[in-house]
């Protein structure tokens, strides 16, 4: 498979309180984690909206880490973006798991430019058009069964 880069979204559930409540100090960790796994981590920039969620944007050399952060739910969203083949996201997915100490973990991977195959290029659009009077008797099936369809007759007979 000839892909560009690999991605993970992962979603940590209640993870330890005290692990999410200081965004300078889960930085920190998260920068010493990555180094000590392989990657090359840049300068943290950290954002806090309230004291219920805040994000970390670390850019690594391999790609970036960005976390949402929301104390209050004991809950992490993070996406780990790894642009290098030799760079193994799963390495770093044990090393997050230290960090924040989730007791549950949901994962996705995805191929990030997947150009392997031709029909992987090709958008796949599909359009089906309805006989105009099959969407006509729809109406009317839809009609009968909505509450009140005898005003609706009354309605009809008016005209």
Same mark, same amino acid.
């Given at each position: 498979?000839?892909?560009?880069?690999?991605? !993970?979204?992962? #979603? +940590?559930?209640? &993870?330890?309180? $005290?692990? !999410?409540? @200081?965004?300078?100090?889960?930085?920190?960790? !998260?920068?010493? /984690? =990555?180094?000590?796994?392989? *990657?090359?981590? @840049?300068?943290?920039?950290? /954002?806090? *909206? #309230?004291?219920?969620?805040?994000?970390? *944007?670390?850019?690594?050399? $391999?790609?970036?880490? /960005? %976390?949402?952060?929301?104390?209050?739910?004991?809950?992490?969203?993070?996406?780990? *973006? %790894?642009?290098?083949?030799?760079?193994?996201? $799963?390495?770093?997915?044990?090393?997050?798991?230290?960090?924040?100490?989730?007791?549950?973990?949901? +994962? /996705?991977?995805? &191929?990030?430019?997947?150009?392997?195959?031709? @029909? #992987? +290029?090709?958008?796949?659009?599909? %359009?089906? +058009?309805?006989?105009?009077?099959?969407?006509?008797?729809?109406?009317?099936?839809?009609?009968?069964? =909505?509450?009140?369809?005898?005003?609706?007759?009354? !309605?009809?007979?008016?005209?």
């Amino acid at each position: 498979m000839n892909i560009l880069a690999r991605q !993970l979204v992962i #979603d +940590m559930y209640n &993870c330890k309180p $005290e692990k !999410l409540q @200081s965004a300078p100090l889960l930085s920190d960790a !998260l920068k010493n /984690t =990555l180094s000590n796994v392989g *990657f090359t981590p @840049s300068q943290p920039y950290v /954002t806090t *909206f #309230d004291e219920n969620h805040f994000i970390i *944007f670390i850019p690594l050399d $391999e790609g970036h880490l /960005t %976390i949402h952060a929301y104390p209050t739910l004991k809950y992490a969203a993070i996406d780990l *973006f %790894i642009c290098k083949q030799n760079n193994l996201p $799963e390495k770093a997915v044990h090393a997050l798991r230290k960090v924040v100490k989730p007791e549950e973990i949901k +994962m /996705t991977y995805l &191929c990030r430019g997947d150009f392997g195959t031709i @029909s #992987d +290029m090709k958008p796949h659009i599909k %359009i089906k +058009m309805a006989p105009l009077r099959r969407i006509q008797n729809t109406g009317v099936k839809v009609i009968h069964l =909505l509450p009140g369809r005898n005003l609706m007759k009354k !309605l009809r007979r008016k005209k």
